[in-house]
């Protein structure tokens, strides 16, 4: 049971599980903000075009509901409807959420990119680091024996 307990704690430490822990916990804030813009402002927008009246109460009725006493004599009959008014919100939600994730991957990479030409001119710009003591060595030890091979020749 240790040994379990100490690949689980192993696992959560990996850097990729902790990544996407906060990936979901943003994603779940973001689904609420999204959802509230396209509520609260997007759709009573849309339902003043449409008529004053809110784009979800929008349906085809195919039949009536017909109310009765529940009994075998006169039975109750829920309403059957087409809830177009309902499907085309729900269009309008994604279409709305889907910009809303595009845009913010395109700032993302933007600002990747701006990190990554600043990480390549700075790099760049770094002189080459001085040989190291032992190749300088080396690169006389080897000149000096060509030296000497051309001599004998």
């Not at 049971?1 to 599980?17: P, S, T, W, Y």
């Not at 030890?141 to 000497?148: G, S, T, V």
């Amino acid at each position: 049971m240790k040994k379990f307990f100490q690949e689980f704690r192993d696992f959560i430490n990996k850097g990729n599980v902790v990544d996407m822990a906060v990936g979901v916990v943003i994603a779940t804030a973001f689904g609420a903000i999204t959802k509230s813009l396209v509520a609260d402002i997007i759709m009573p927008l849309i339902g003043m075009v449409t008529g004053g009246g809110a784009l979800t109460d929008m349906k085809k009725v195919l039949k009536e509901a017909v109310i009765g006493t529940g009994t075998p004599e006169a039975p109750e009959f829920a309403e059957v409807a087409i809830m177009y008014g309902n499907f085309i919100q729900t269009i309008i939600d994604f279409i709305i959420i889907a910009l809303a994730v595009f845009v913010f991957v395109k700032v993302v990479e933007k600002a990747k990119n701006i990190r990554l030409k600043k990480e390549e001119e700075a790099a760049a710009e770094a002189p080459a680091p001085a040989p190291s003591n032992e190749e300088v060595l080396l690169t006389e030890i080897r000149d000096l024996l060509k030296e000497n091979s051309n001599i004998k020749q």
